[in-house]
């Protein structure tokens, strides 16, 4: 008998939907008094991005998050330290307040919420198992109590792979289990752009024949792909172009990239990258009226994600009027030789605008200017972006 792959939540969704509501309900007397809510524990492959997510959403609310690792760290950081105490000449001990419960009582007096995340539970022993069942059932880490105003978050990976040992049924059956899993534009719009993410791994990734490789089933003994190790790529290929100022020979990026995500992704995001690196941007836009787009549609597609990557490595205040007018040439002929990819690029380019700390761009000068040649554009934009949505 086959079994049946549990059903997950996108997990974006599943923080926006569940997550941040039941952390406001532990912090609501009302609610704990009739018996509270079960403690939220998200379940995912490694790599999905559950800590980053949740740090990003905290910070829009003035609410705080302290992240530990129990597994990683001796049971004294978290348990505080027994010491002699004598009471009418009897021999006892106390036990010292924990050095996190200090930090989590700081952040109380800053913070309208604090998320307490306790993350790869999934590797804790008995002795960080007995300090977690403390904090749920009584609130507190031994006998000193946590902050009103602090909500518990778990988080672990439920796979063997991963050394996954078994949570106690009492702790079990205090949480609401989410099996959660991360989704490509979700990672994208919220992440992946924010963060300057390499637009030939945004593109690659986004592509129907490539997706399959954002988050591939986890392996043990060699590399596998994860939006962890997609960002952890990029991070280092984008340093690596901007002091070198230029793309990564291929052998060496299948070398480096095989480390990060296994051989078959980094075969197939290689060639991918070899295509991206054979267009010179600099020349297109310098002849921004007159440049060939390429035949092939994979080619085109391409094309399209490389002139975004030239636009947002070389925006700024200095060239900005250029660049602006040069955009639209360039996207003016790409609606001339195909609709699509011209409104791919201006969508793009949207969402750099929209989403990107670094870059800027001045798009309704753009769109007032394209509209200007190509009327009735900004309909089809927003037919385009509604229709996107609903999808």
């Known amino acids: 008998m086959i079994e049946e792959k549990e059903y997950e939540y996108p997990l974006e969704a599943c923080i926006n939907d569940f997550v941040l509501a039941n952390c406001v309900l532990q ?12 403690i939220p524990l998200l379940l995912s492959k490694p790599g999905a991005g559950k800590t980053s997510i949740c740090q990003q959403k905290v910070a829009p609310l003035n609410w705080g998050m302290l992240t530990i690792q129990p597994a990683l760290k001796p049971i004294e950081e978290y348990g505080g330290i027994p010491k002699f105490k004598t009471t009418k000449g009897v021999l006892g001990t106390v036990w010292s307040i924990p050095e996190v419960l200090v930090e989590l009582h700081r952040l109380s007096e800053i913070h309208e919420l604090i998320i307490f995340f306790w993350d790869d539970i999934h590797l804790c022993g008995p002795e960080h198992l007995a300090l977690m069942q403390e904090c749920f059932t009584e609130r507190s880490i031994r006998g000193y109590k946590l902050p009103s105003n602090v909500a518990i978050l778990l988080a672990g990976n439920p796979s063997h792979k991963a050394g996954f040992r078994s949570l106690s049924s009492a702790i079990i059956n205090r949480c609401v289990r989410l099996p959660v899993c991360s989704k490509f534009e979700d990672w994208k719009k919220n992440f992946a752009i924010q963060n300057s993410i390499h637009s030939s791994i945004i593109s690659f990734l986004g592509h129907t024949m490539y997706t399959k490789y954002f988050h591939e089933e986890e392996q043990v003994d060699d590399p596998w792909a994860s939006p962890r190790q997609w960002t952890r790529l990029s991070n280092f290929l984008c340093s690596y172009e901007e002091q070198t100022d230029k793309l990564m020979p291929t052998n060496q990026m299948l070398f480096y990239a095989t480390g990060h995500i296994g051989k078959e992704a980094a075969s197939q995001y290689m060639r991918y990258y070899e295509i991206f690196m054979k267009f010179d941007m600099k020349s297109v836009f310098d002849n921004s009226t007159t440049f060939v787009t390429p035949d092939d549609e994979l080619d085109r597609y391409i094309f399209v994600f490389a002139a975004l990557n030239y636009i947002t490595n070389k925006y700024n205040k200095k060239t900005q009027d250029l660049l602006n007018d040069q955009i639209v040439d360039i ?20 969402m750099v605008d929209s989403k990107s700390i670094k870059t800027k761009i001045k798009i309704p000068v753009i769109i007032d200017a394209l509209e200007i040649v190509n009327p009735g554009l900004i309909k089809t934009i927003l037919d385009d972006r509604k229709s996107t949505s609903e999808e």
């Not at 912090?27 to 079960?38: A, D, R």
């Not at 002929?333 to 969508?347: A, F, I, Y």
């Open 331 to 350: 996207v003016s002929v790409l609606l001339n030789t195909d609709e699509s990819l011209g409104l791919l690029l201006l969508k793009e380019l949207m």
């Open 27 to 38: 912090c609501t007397p009302e609610i704990m008094l009739k018996g509270g809510v079960s």
